[in-house]
C-alpha cells in the first residue's frame, strides 16, 4: 500500500504513507489499510492528505514512482471527489481575504505557542 501510494504521488515519501496508513487516512474497500496491505487492481481507495478526500478505484499497480503523468494513469479519481476537492480549495481562497495578519513577525514565545496549538510541541 505505501509503495503504491507513494508511486502515485498522493505522498511525497514512502516515510509519509506509511504514518497516513498508520493514522487511518487511508481505506481500502472501506476498511483502515496497513501499510504493507496489497494493493489490487480495481481496489476502491479514501485517502486523505493535505489536498484534501481522494477517493480513487485503483487501475494500475506501480513499485516505481515515475513522471506525475505516468502516475495519474495508476487511478481514477470520481467526480464527486474532484468536485468536493475544488469546493473546498475555492472556500479557503475565499476564506483568505478576510484573515488578519499579524504587522509584525511573531516572536520565539509566539512560535511556541503556536506550535503547541497545533500539537506539534
Excluded: H
Amino acid at each position: 500500500m505505501d509503495k503504491w501510494l507513494w508511486a502515485a504521488r498522493f505522498f511525497k515519501t514512502r516515510a509519509l504513507a506509511v504514518k497516513a496508513c498508520e493514522l487511518g487516512r487511508v481505506r481500502s474497500n472501506g476498511a483502515l489499510a496497513k501499510p504493507a496491505r496489497e494493493v489490487r487492481v480495481g481496489d476502491k481507495l479514501n485517502i486523505t492528505n493535505e489536498g484534501g478526500l481522494f477517493e480513487v478505484e485503483v487501475l494500475e499497480l506501480s513499485e516505481v514512482r515515475g513522471p506525475a503523468a505516468t502516475a495519474q494513469k495508476l487511478y481514477r479519481e470520481s467526480d464527486a471527489s474532484r468536485e468536493a476537492r475544488q469546493q473546498l480549495a475555492q472556500e479557503k481562497k475565499a476564506y483568505a481575504q478576510y484573515e488578519d495578519l499579524p504587522a509584525e513577525k511573531p516572536t520565539g514565545r509566539d512560535r511556541r505557542m503556536l506550535s503547541r496549538l497545533r500539537g506539534r510541541g
